[in-house]
Structure formats: structure tokens, C-alpha cells
């Protein structure tokens, strides 16, 4: 396995196995040690990778967001949505962030980082107002989380035009 690969594996290994036991334990009793065994390696390739488990939300976060980014800089003028349909493929994909985004440890976690982060997509959303970026970030993601409490029953692309239909882009 090449170097990046290795390190790319390890990492969403220990990133998915904090987000199991984030499901069983309060973020606050979860230690370095329970995530290890659970991910299957040592306490040093956890260290090698991450400093806390802050960090791992963080990674988990950014690593969606780049992959976000790449995504639509393949297209030639990603739209609204554009973007609306790349978040809710992440939360239908990568289910175990969003079955924990509502715990406050995670919830706080996510408010200090993502904002800032979705200003990568200030072409397409619009940042004019403290009003607008809470709502960027906090509508969607609880219209995400009522998605996932309703466990995904509709598609992507009917979710794509409710949300469409809320923010009145049609």
C-alpha cells in the first residue's frame, strides 16, 4: 500500500470508529485508548495522525469539505444546487457524521469550524449577513438531520428540490 494511501486508510479508519463510539459513550468518557482498540492499531498510529479527539471531528469535517470542493470545481458554474446536492450526498454517504452532528460536544465542534469553511462556496451562497451564514449552515443542516431522523426515505434529488423550494430557488 503506498505511503498516502496508508495514512489516508488509517485515518478514516480511526475517524469511523470515534463516530461508533461516539454513538455509545459521551464524547467527554471516549479515550484515545477505546478508539484505538476499536479501530484496530496502536496508540502511537493514533498520536502519528491526530492530537485529540477534536481533531478527528475537525479532519472528518475538512475531509468532507475538500472533497466537497473538488467536486464542484469540476463543473464549470456550480449552482445552488450544485452545492445543496453535494451536502446531501455526504450526509446519505457518510451516515455517522450525521447521526452524531446533534451532540453538543460535536455540535460545538462543528459551529467553530464550518462557517469559515463554507465561505469556500461564497460564490454560490450568500455571506452579506450574519442572518444568511447562520442560516447557510444551521437550515441546512436541520433540514439534513430531520432527513436522517425520517432515515433517507427520499432521494437525494427530492431532497434537493424541497430544499431548493424552501430557500425559493426554483
Do not use: G, W, Y
Given at each position: 500500500m503506498?505511503?498516502?494511501?496508508?495514512?489516508?486508510?488509517?485515518?478514516?479508519?480511526?475517524?469511523?470508529?470515534f463516530f461508533k463510539l461516539v454513538k455509545k459513550y459521551d464524547f467527554d468518557k471516549i479515550t484515545?485508548?477505546?478508539?484505538?482498540a476499536e479501530a484496530g492499531v496502536s496508540r502511537a498510529t493514533f498520536y502519528r495522525h491526530f492530537d485529540s479527539?477534536?481533531?478527528i471531528v475537525e479532519y472528518t469535517s475538512d475531509s468532507f469539505i475538500q472533497d466537497g470542493l473538488d467536486?464542484?470545481?469540476e463543473l464549470k458554474s456550480p449552482t445552488l444546487k450544485d452545492l445543496i446536492r453535494w451536502r446531501l450526498e455526504i450526509a446519505r454517504d457518510l451516515r455517522?457524521?450525521?447521526?452524531?452532528?446533534?451532540?453538543?460536544?460535536?455540535?460545538?465542534?462543528?459551529?467553530?469550524?464550518s462557517p469559515e469553511r463554507l465561505q469556500n462556496f461564497s460564490h454560490i451562497l450568500?455571506?452579506?449577513?450574519p442572518y444568511k451564514v447562520t442560516f447557510n449552515f444551521a437550515g441546512f443542516q436541520a433540514v439534513i438531520s430531520q432527513w436522517a431522523k425520517n432515515g433517507y426515505k427520499e432521494t437525494v434529488d427530492e431532497m434537493?428540490?424541497?430544499i431548493a423550494e424552501l430557500i425559493g430557488d426554483n
Open positions: 503506498k505511503r498516502k494511501t496508508q495514512i489516508d486508510f488509517s485515518k478514516k479508519t480511526i475517524s469511523e470508529a484515545i485508548s477505546q478508539i484505538a479527539l477534536e481533531s467536486k464542484l470545481s455517522h457524521l450525521t447521526d452524531v452532528e446533534e451532540h453538543p460536544d460535536i455540535k460545538n465542534i462543528l459551529k467553530m469550524v450568500d455571506f452579506t449577513t434537493c428540490d424541497i
